[in-house]
């Protein structure tokens, strides 16, 4: 493997497929119910206890409007690790583990996407699938997100 | 290699806060007239072992002041000296200037070194022989004076001074240097600095001739103008002692190795991982005797027996690993007889301390809590409690007033109690101050309620400000910190015979007594501290104001009605308050009613923080994981009471 190779893990929003650093991800495991938390954006689900930790829970679907909003038996939870925290996130489905080079990955368009730009690393193809790289630290430590509070997000 | 020194440095910092704490304690407990050898012993070992290691991190300022009160602890070891009070007092001092010397090392803060000279002279001039307090005193005196004397003029004088100054500083190197080396070789390594002690021993020689060398150099600077000379001339003396003072030192340091502790130093972020992860193997094997209860036949039985020795096993590893993090009460009561000792004598009062319990074990992160409170508990009790020893005696009482500091386990709380045999609390002052300071009072309270006003911010009853109380800052935050930690705080008090100050704890930070109450789906946690009853409440006791705020009315008062749904946004099984139940719930300024669908049951509880990985919940002060693995929110009732009291500005002040 080229040195500067880094691994994604794709996941499938809706209709696109999407990459994140593979670093990030804690572990992947299937949905369970939630404790509801009272004054959340509907798309923070609520809480779930991993192992001791009390660790939210954010339905990307719910977030950017994509795919179709059910929970079942199939519905998939990405546990990530970020600046410190723990958080999960509920996506559509979870394909494989791509490594990519730098320069198989392109710049990022400004447009067609459910993510605001900000929160992308670049477009890369794969098997003639395009798949899409998401700074997921960014996108999860974003004050859109509000997942951390803005002092708790400084010192993590 | 930096970060490996730094390393060492946090386990040096460790011991020599232990040591000083070692140290005070037995300093404390040294009986002036017949002083016990072993004691005396195990002070100069703490010396000792802080100045070894200061030396090697090149902590200069801990050394040089340790190594000075190792000289005098020799001395007095050596039976050559006679222990004084005033010498506990200062040794006492320098333990607390050496504790801020290390505090400033650890923060990497700017040193005292004014306050080290000081003390270094000092201590200098009692190792030197001023054995009395009076020459002590007029010693510094002199050296006030002389001092002064040396800013307006004899240029050359301070020169002089100076000299013998650095020949100490030479000295002390040479005496760290000459530790390492057999002792033969130490006669040469002395030798081998000609110049500064030849200096000094020059002038000493000189004052030789005099027939009593040390009350002249008490005087000198008082009366005559070359005071530079016997201030000096003390050094010397003190520089004599010292190779005496190095061969017992060798001889003491193999028998510390000898006292080796059991104990090993662990960090408490790993102690909480691991609490954690047993806490898991609880709920997964309740989890599993669950689903064991599904099985049937012959393997059933085997099953079940297996997973009762599982469920067994798996309490008795929560217990012992929570008991890693209790430490015994001592470690905060130890600092009080030094409290007591320094404020009866400052008082002028005669006061014993006596402890009991000191054994009670305690979570870590609550006995550091305590010591706030408990100080000023102890303070309070000692300046406005007990009274002074004329007062006593013309009471009839014992001229020495006992303050007693007692620890307990009862159940699943610790009782810390402070109990004074004082006057007591004065009722009629207590409710003269109320009238001043505009606080509701009923016409005829009981004892209880009067108590409870010294509790109200900014109440003071003591006639005079004094530097040790009556500020009026106390109790009002010794009760907000001792419920910060989950606790209350109880008042007896009889009238000439004393009060007593209970506080009420629970075992450890982490847990906490709650009540599981339910919403729709959902589990909350209401801390019990805070909850009065739980009541259905009947429909003809429930009024509603204009929108649809609603009040309870129970025993002639009324309580505004909280729905916990609305808070919490959840769909509940209940929205007719005469359906569910009302929790009534109190905090420090309001009163009001919880309603929820049901009650589930009370339990302790586990706190886990929300913030870890989320952020703070208005109206949550935590999580905690249910026997079944789910997350079960644990409601704020202080914040939840502000909310009340905003939407309605009826809440009951109490």
């Given at each position: 493997?080229?040195?500067?190779?880094?691994?994604?893990?794709?996941?499938?929003?809706?209709?696109?497929?999407?990459?994140?650093?593979?670093?990030?991800?804690?572990?992947?495991?299937?949905?369970?119910?939630?404790?509801?938390?009272?004054?959340?954006?509907?798309?923070?689900?609520?809480?779930?206890?991993?192992?001791?930790?009390?660790?939210?829970?954010?339905?990307?679907?719910?977030?950017?409007?994509?795919?179709?909003?059910?929970?079942?038996e199939?519905?998939?939870?990405?546990?990530?690790?970020?600046?410190?925290?723990?958080?999960?996130?509920?996506?559509?489905?979870?394909?494989?583990?791509?490594?990519?080079?730098?320069?198989?990955?392109?710049?990022?368009?400004?447009?067609?996407?459910?993510?605001?730009?900000?929160?992308?690393?670049?477009?890369?193809?794969?098997?003639?699938?395009?798949?899409?790289?998401?700074?997921?630290?960014?996108?999860?430590?974003?004050?859109?997100?509000?997942?951390?509070?803005?002092?708790?997000?400084?010192?993590? | 290699?930096?970060?490996?020194?730094?390393?060492?440095?946090?386990?040096?910092?460790?011991?020599?806060?232990?040591?000083?704490?070692?140290?005070?304690?037995?300093?404390?407990?040294?009986?002036?007239?017949?002083?016990?050898?072993?004691?005396?012993?195990?002070?100069?070992?703490?010396?000792?072992?802080?100045?070894?290691?200061?030396?090697?991190?090149?902590?200069?300022?801990?050394?040089?002041?340790?190594?000075?009160?190792?000289?005098?602890?020799?001395?007095?070891?050596?039976?050559?000296?006679?222990?004084?009070?005033?010498?506990?007092?200062?040794?006492?001092?320098?333990?607390?200037?050496?504790?801020?010397?290390?505090?400033?090392?650890?923060?990497?803060?700017?040193?005292?070194?004014?306050?080290?000279?000081?003390?270094?002279?000092?201590?200098?001039?009692?190792?030197?022989?001023?054995?009395?307090?009076?020459?002590?005193?007029?010693?510094?005196?002199?050296?006030?004076?002389?001092?002064?004397?040396?800013?307006?003029?004899?240029?050359?004088?301070?020169?002089?001074?100076?000299?013998?100054?650095?020949?100490?500083?030479?000295?002390?190197?040479?005496?760290?240097?000459?530790?390492?080396?057999?002792?033969?070789?130490?006669?040469?390594?002395?030798?081998?600095?000609?110049?500064?002690?030849?200096?000094?021993?020059?002038?000493?020689?000189?004052?030789?001739?005099?027939?009593?060398?040390?009350?002249?150099?008490?005087?000198?600077?008082?009366?005559?103008?070359?005071?530079?000379?016997?201030?000096?001339?003390?050094?010397?003396?003190?520089?004599?002692?010292?190779?005496?003072?190095?061969?017992?030192?060798?001889?003491?340091?193999?028998?510390?190795?000898?006292?080796?502790?059991?104990?090993?130093?662990?960090?408490?972020?790993?102690?909480?991982?691991?609490?954690?992860?047993?806490?898991?193997?609880?709920i997964t094997q309740s989890m599993m005797s669950l689903l064991g209860k599904n099985l049937e036949g012959a393997l059933a039985e085997k099953f079940q027996a297996v997973a009762n020795e599982l469920e067994r096993n798996t309490?008795?590893?929560?217990?012992?690993?929570?008991?890693?993090?209790?430490?015994?009460?001592?470690?905060?009561?130890?600092?009080?007889?030094?409290?007591?000792?320094?404020?009866?004598?400052?008082?002028?009062?005669?006061?014993?301390?006596?402890?009991?319990?000191?054994?009670?074990?305690?979570?870590?992160?609550?006995?550091?809590?305590?010591?706030?409170?408990?100080?000023?508990?102890?303070?309070?009790?000692?300046?406005?409690?007990?009274?002074?020893?004329?007062?006593?005696?013309?009471?009839?009482?014992?001229?020495?007033?006992?303050?007693?500091?007692?620890?307990?386990?009862?159940?699943?709380?610790?009782?810390?109690?402070?109990?004074?045999?004082?006057?007591?609390?004065?009722?009629?002052?207590?409710?003269?101050?109320?009238?001043?300071?505009?606080?509701?009072?009923?016409?005829?309270?009981?004892?209880?309620?009067?108590?409870?006003?010294?509790?109200?911010?900014?109440?003071?009853?003591?006639?005079?400000?004094?530097?040790?109380?009556?500020?009026?800052?106390?109790?009002?935050?010794?009760?907000?910190?001792?419920?910060?930690?989950?606790?209350?705080?109880?008042?007896?008090?009889?009238?000439?015979?004393?009060?007593?100050?209970?506080?009420?704890?629970?075992?450890?930070?982490?847990?906490?007594?709650?009540?599981?109450?339910?919403?729709?789906?959902?589990?909350?946690?209401?801390?019990?501290?805070?909850?009065?009853?739980?009541?259905?409440?009947?429909?003809?006791?429930?009024?509603?104001?204009?929108?649809?705020?609603?009040?309870?009315?129970?025993?002639?008062?009324?309580?505004?009605?909280?729905?916990?749904?609305?808070?919490?946004?959840?769909?509940?099984?209940?929205?007719?308050?005469?359906?569910?139940?009302?929790?009534?719930?109190?905090?420090?300024?309001?009163?009001?009613?919880?309603?929820?669908?049901?009650?589930?049951?009370?339990?302790?509880?586990?706190?886990?923080?929300?913030?870890?990985?989320?952020?703070?919940?208005?109206?949550?002060?935590?999580?905690?994981?249910?026997g079944d693995g789910?997350?079960?929110?644990?409601?704020?009732?202080?914040?939840?009471?502000?909310?009340?009291?905003?939407?309605?500005?009826?809440?009951?002040?109490?």
């Open positions: 493997m080229a040195v500067d190779a880094q691994e994604f893990l794709t996941f499938t929003l809706g209709d696109e497929n999407y990459g994140l650093d593979i670093l990030t991800v804690k572990e992947i495991r299937g949905y369970e119910s939630v404790t509801k938390i009272a004054n959340a954006p509907p798309f923070i689900k609520g809480v779930i206890n991993l192992r001791g930790d009390i660790v939210p829970i954010v339905d990307l679907r719910i977030k950017f409007n994509v795919g179709k909003v059910t929970y079942d199939f519905t998939i939870v990405i546990v990530l690790h970020i600046h410190n925290r723990i958080v999960g996130i509920v996506v559509d489905g979870v394909s494989d583990v791509v490594s990519l080079l730098k320069e198989q990955v392109l710049p990022p368009p400004n447009f067609g996407v459910a993510f605001d730009s900000r929160y992308l690393l670049g477009l890369a193809t794969v098997n003639e699938q395009m798949i899409i790289l998401v700074n997921i630290s960014e996108l999860i430590s974003s004050e859109e997100m509000g997942l951390f509070d803005a002092s708790a997000e400084t010192s993590g | 290699m930096s970060i490996d020194m730094k390393q060492f440095h946090a386990v040096f910092f460790e011991e020599s806060q232990e040591h000083l704490d070692e140290m005070e304690q037995l300093l404390l407990n040294v009986d002036v007239a017949t002083p016990d050898s072993e004691m005396l012993n195990s002070i100069f070992r703490a010396a000792h072992s802080i100045k070894g290691g200061s030396g090697i991190f090149g902590f200069d300022a801990l050394a040089s002041v340790t190594h000075i009160m190792e000289s005098l602890l020799d001395k007095i070891r050596q039976g050559k000296m006679a222990i004084t009070t005033d010498m506990v007092d200062l040794f006492l001092s320098s333990v607390d200037q050496l504790k801020e010397i290390l505090h400033s090392y650890r923060g990497n803060e700017e040193l005292n070194w004014a306050g080290v000279y000081d003390l270094t002279k000092q201590l200098e001039l009692v190792t030197a022989g001023k054995t009395t307090t009076t020459s002590d005193n007029e010693n510094k005196n002199g050296y006030g004076f002389f001092t002064e004397f040396e800013k307006a003029k004899e240029e050359e004088g301070y020169g002089f001074f100076d000299e013998p100054m650095q020949t100490v500083q030479v000295e002390d190197e040479s005496f760290g240097f000459f530790d390492d080396l057999p002792d033969p070789v130490s006669e040469p390594a002395l030798a081998s600095m000609p110049s500064p002690v030849q200096a000094i021993n020059d002038y000493f020689g000189f004052f030789e001739d005099l027939p009593s060398p040390e009350t002249t150099a008490a005087f000198a600077p008082v009366t005559e103008t070359p005071a530079v000379v016997p201030i000096t001339s003390t050094k010397p003396s003190s520089s004599l002692e010292k190779p005496t003072a190095i061969a017992s030192t060798k001889i003491k340091n193999t028998e510390a190795v000898n006292v080796e502790s059991s104990s090993i130093r662990v960090d408490v972020a790993k102690v909480d991982q691991l609490i954690n992860l047993v806490g898991e193997i609880v309490r008795e590893i929560q217990e012992a690993v929570m008991s890693i993090r209790m430490l015994p009460v001592s470690f905060v009561f130890n600092r009080f007889p030094r409290v007591v000792r320094d404020l009866s004598s400052k008082l002028g009062k005669q006061i014993d301390l006596v402890i009991e319990g000191g054994e009670t074990e305690l979570d870590k992160g609550l006995t550091e809590k305590l010591v706030d409170p408990l100080t000023h508990l102890v303070r309070n009790s000692i300046d406005h409690g007990i009274e002074s020893a004329e007062m006593r005696t013309a009471l009839g009482k014992n001229p020495t007033g006992t303050v007693t500091l007692r620890a307990a386990q009862q159940g699943g709380n610790i009782v810390i109690s402070i109990k004074d045999d004082g006057s007591g609390l004065n009722r009629e002052r207590i409710l003269e101050k109320a009238r001043e300071n505009n606080i509701a009072i009923s016409d005829n309270p009981k004892d209880e309620e009067v108590w409870q006003l010294i509790f109200a911010p900014g109440f003071s009853t003591a006639a005079a400000v004094t530097d040790v109380s009556g500020r009026g800052v106390g109790m009002d935050v010794v009760r907000r910190n001792v419920q910060s930690l989950g606790g209350r705080i109880d008042i007896e008090s009889r009238a000439g015979q004393g009060a007593t100050f209970t506080i009420h704890l629970p075992l450890t930070l982490a847990i906490v007594d709650g009540m599981c109450v339910s919403v729709g789906e959902q589990t909350f946690i209401v801390p019990l501290v805070h909850i009065i009853e739980s009541m259905q409440p009947a429909a003809k006791d429930i009024r509603t104001l204009a929108g649809d705020d609603q009040l309870l009315h129970v025993r002639n008062e009324y309580w505004p009605i909280l729905p916990l749904y609305k808070v919490m946004q959840l769909q509940p099984q209940h929205t007719d308050v005469s359906k569910g139940i009302a929790v009534l719930v109190e905090t420090n300024k309001y009163r009001f009613a919880l309603f929820v669908d049901d009650l589930v049951g009370q339990q302790q509880v586990v706190i886990k923080s929300l913030e870890q990985h989320y952020k703070r919940v208005e109206g949550i002060a935590g999580a905690t994981i249910m789910s997350v079960a929110l644990i409601v704020d009732v202080e914040s939840l009471a502000l909310t009340v009291n905003n939407k309605i500005h009826l809440a009951v002040a109490v």
